[in-house]
């Protein structure tokens, strides 16, 4: 045998965990004739609000996060002149909605903790320009949303959570998407706790805001494919009434969404056990664990992130290429926004604005989470890490 062959194999950052279940749901699609947004992108709609547990919630299929929260601040009517506030440490894709619509990003920090943004730097930076909060459930853990919409209410603001990372979790019982925001946007993104592949959601209370949505989903067409063609009479007649978008999610990916969704309790329990098991393997190390959610509240768990702490003996870049040569991918979450040159430039950004963001980035790095490592995929992420940290 050669040393190659001895090699464990590689151990990617993120699987899928896609079943029988989905598969065959998939091939039915296929076969019948049904392939974009129709009965299965509607009954997944349905069955999102239920899983929620709140039938009164619209729950609005898209292809992507990114897409929802465009749909979501496009009708709240965020337009140029406006601000909205967000954290620097999260993906571009939370900020970058609101450049689409011409208004403008005011990035904050975050909590040198939990990483979510930091409710005092938010009330710090409104202006009578800022109209809408954006927080993010980072990694998981719920934002501080008591805080964020005491905040909203007192100043006359808009929240929409960027719920990425969110599903499920829970604030004082309540599932991230029930908690009185004007909207909440999941993603089923390929590496997302629950994936469709590409895909999203937008779920909201606000009748109107769902309404606008639903329209600016799919080209700012009045009625959308499914009404139009499904309609018990024959109604050939639409009408445009804004320049909409092309946002709307297949049938074929809501085949995938209707049985991740019902795994998704499953798949938070089994991302919940391996934290657990790196909590355990990794307690004495130099390096700073992730916050549990507070006792009774349920965590995501989408990233396991752990940060260096003082005194480590080797620094982030090196850690990181310990895991790699060991077979163990690894990501960085995140680059803060205001390190990017898009938004360090436009907002002539310095690190020393983000002390608690820039910290935690220069130390950090995410290790593998997803329900399809096994407890000794686990364990060899442990051995590997408490090998490059002694
Ligand atoms: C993945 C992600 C998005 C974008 O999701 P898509 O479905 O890929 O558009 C937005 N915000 C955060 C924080 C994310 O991690």
């Known amino acids: 045998m050669t040393a190659d062959a001895d090699k464990p194999p590689f151990l990617p950052f993120a699987l899928p965990e896609i079943g029988d279940e989905e598969i065959a749901e998939v091939v039915d699609t296929l076969k019948s004739g049904w392939v974009t947004t129709g009965p299965k992108t509607a009954r997944f709609e349905r069955e999102f609000s239920a899983f929620l547990g709140d039938e009164a919630l619209h729950s609005i299929a898209v292809n992507s996060a990114t897409a929802g929260l465009h749909l979501a601040l496009e009708a709240l009517g965020i337009g140029p002149g ?26 904050v920090d975050c909590d040198p903790v939990t990483l979510n943004i930091d409710p005092r730097a938010v009330e710090a930076a409104i202006t009578p320009r800022t109209k809408a909060v954006m927080p993010v459930h980072f990694g998981g853990l719920a934002a501080d949303m008591p805080a964020i919409l005491d905040i909203a209410r007192r100043h006359g603001l808009k929240v929409v959570e960027d719920a990425a990372h969110a599903l499920p979790t829970t604030v004082g019982g309540q599932l991230v998407g029930t908690l009185g925001s004007d909207a909440t946007v999941f993603s089923f993104y390929a590496n997302k706790t629950m994936t469709t592949g ?21 080209h700012g067409m009045s009625r959308d494919a499914f009404d139009r063609f499904t309609a018990t009479v024959p109604s050939w007649y639409y009408e445009i009434v804004a320049p909409g978008f092309k946002y709307n999610l297949t049938d074929i990916a809501a085949s995938l969404g209707l049985h991740q969704l ?65 077979g163990i991918g690894c990501s960085v979450h995140y680059i803060p926004l205001h390190q990017q040159p898009y938004w360090r430039e436009r907002y002539g950004l310095q690190p020393a604005q983000f002390p608690n963001s820039q910290r935690a980035y220069e130390r950090l790095f995410s290790l593998p989470i997803y329900t399809r490592m096994t407890d000794a995929d686990v364990q060899r992420v442990v051995a590997v890490l408490r090998g490059a940290l002694r």
């Open 262 to 326: 019902r795994k998704a309790q499953g798949f938070q329990q089994r991302r919940a056990q391996i934290a657990a098991q790196y909590h355990a393997g990794l307690a004495g190390l130099p390096l700073v664990l992730p916050a549990d959610a507070p006792a009774g509240e349920l965590h995501a768990w989408h990233l396991y992130t752990v940060r260096l702490a003082d005194g480590a003996p080797v620094d982030r870049d090196a850690a990181v290429q310990a895991l790699f040569d060991a």
């Open 198 to 218: 590409e895909g999203g959601m937008l779920v909201t209370r606000d009748a109107a805001l769902a309404k606008r949505a639903k329209v600016m989903r799919l």
């Open 82 to 107: 406006d601000e909205v506030i967000t954290t620097t440490h999260t993906f571009t894709a939370t900020a970058e909605v609101v450049r689409y619509l011409g208004a403008d990003v005011v990035l």
